[in-house]
C-alpha cells in the first residue's frame, strides 16, 4: 500500500544553511526543502510500503531543528499516537512546548484524545491535589483550544498496591496507595466537570483489591511490584477499553 512519510524542521538561527537528505537502499536521494523561518515547516515523502520500508535521514552541513518523524500507511483505518513516558504524571503536558503541540494536533487533527495518567501521582508522597485538579483542567482546556473536533477520553488510574510503608487500608491484604482515590475522584469530577469520557480502569479490573488477584492469577495479570501489569494484564486492560469504547461509539453513531 502507500505510505507517507513526514518530517518536520524548523529554522534554528541564521546559519541554518544546511537541510536534510533521505538517501534508501536503491541510492536514491531526496532533498528535503529548507525550512525559511523559525516556524515548523511540514516535508512529505510518499511512496510504497516496499519503497519506505528502509531509508536513511542525514544532516547536511548546518541543518534545521529536526522535530518529528511519522510514518503512515494511507488507507482506511485507525491512526493510534502513543506519547507513553516511563514514570511520568499528567503534569508533563505542561512542559511541552505549547506551539509545537498546538500545530502539531491541528495538522493530525485526531477524533479522541485520551489521558491516562494517575499512578504515579497517587505514589506521590507530598502530593497537592488541589493543583493536580488545577492542572488537569487546563491541560483538557489547552488539548481542546488546539483540536477542537476531538473527544478527550480520561483513563482513571487502575488499582495497586503498596507491600510496605503507609497506604490506605481497605480490606485487602496490601494497602492502597494513599493518594489512589483522591487521585481517582479527582479525574472522575473533572471528566463530569470538563464533559470528558471517562473510563474506570479499576471497576474493569474487577474493584479495590483487584491488583493483588492479578499478581495471583495464573497466568499473572499483575507484576510482584502490585503496580505494574504483566503482558497479558495489559492486553486484558486494553481489550476491555476497547469492548467499552465501541459499546459506547455504536450507542452514540448516528444513524444513516
Given at each position: 500500500g502507500l505510505q507517507r512519510v513526514t518530517i518536520w524542521t524548523r529554522r534554528l538561527n541564521d546559519e541554518s544553511s544546511g537541510g536534510w537528505k533521505l538517501s534508501f537502499p536503491d541510492g536514491e536521494v531526496r532533498e528535503l526543502t529548507a525550512p525559511l523561518s523559525n516556524n515548523w515547516q511540514v516535508?512529505?515523502?510518499?511512496?510504497?510500503?516496499?519503497?519506505?520500508?528502509?531509508?536513511?535521514?542525514?544532516?547536511?552541513n548546518n541543518p534545521p531543528e529536526l522535530g518529528a518523524?511519522?510514518?503512515?500507511t494511507l488507507s482506511p483505518g485507525v491512526t493510534v499516537d502513543s506519547l507513553?513516558?516511563?514514570?511520568?504524571?499528567?503534569?508533563?503536558?505542561?512542559?511541552?512546548?505549547?506551539?509545537?503541540?498546538?500545530?502539531?494536533?491541528?495538522?493530525?487533527?485526531?477524533?479522541?484524545?485520551?489521558?491516562?495518567?494517575?499512578?504515579?501521582?497517587?505514589?506521590?508522597?507530598?502530593?497537592?491535589?488541589?493543583?493536580y485538579k488545577q492542572e488537569l483542567q487546563n491541560t483538557i482546556r489547552q488539548l481542546r483550544a488546539a483540536a477542537p473536533?476531538?473527544?478527550?477520553?480520561?483513563?482513571?488510574?487502575?488499582?495497586?498496591?503498596?507491600?510496605?510503608?503507609a497506604g490506605e487500608n481497605v480490606g485487602c491484604r496490601?494497602?492502597?496507595?494513599?493518594?489512589l482515590k483522591a487521585v481517582q475522584n479527582i479525574q472522575q469530577d473533572?471528566?463530569?466537570?470538563?464533559?470528558?469520557?471517562?473510563?474506570?480502569?479499576e471497576a474493569a479490573m474487577g474493584g479495590r483489591c483487584s491488583m493483588q488477584r492479578f499478581v495471583?492469577?495464573?497466568?499473572?495479570?499483575?507484576?510482584?511490584?502490585?503496580?505494574?501489569?504483566?503482558?497479558?494484564?495489559y492486553a486484558q486492560g486494553g481489550n476491555a477499553f476497547y469492548e467499552a469504547l465501541m459499546a459506547k461509539y455504536q450507542k452514540n453513531r448516528p444513524k444513516r
Open positions: 516535508n512529505y515523502v510518499m511512496g510504497s510500503a516496499l519503497d519506505l520500508n528502509s531509508f536513511t535521514l542525514r544532516a547536511e518523524i511519522i510514518i503512515d507513553g513516558i516511563v514514570g511520568a504524571t499528567q503534569r508533563v503536558i505542561a512542559r511541552w512546548q505549547t506551539e509545537a503541540v498546538r500545530e502539531q494536533l491541528q495538522w493530525r487533527r485526531p477524533s479522541l484524545i485520551v489521558l491516562a495518567y494517575g499512578t504515579n501521582e497517587a505514589f506521590d508522597p507530598n502530593p497537592d491535589f488541589e493543583s473536533d476531538a473527544a478527550v477520553l480520561i483513563i482513571g488510574a487502575p488499582n495497586s498496591a503498596k507491600k510496605t510503608g496490601y494497602r492502597l496507595p494513599a493518594g473533572i471528566a463530569i466537570s470538563e464533559h470528558t469520557l471517562y473510563w474506570n480502569w495471583a492469577a495464573n497466568p499473572p495479570l499483575g507484576r510482584p511490584d502490585y503496580v505494574h501489569f504483566t503482558e497479558e494484564g
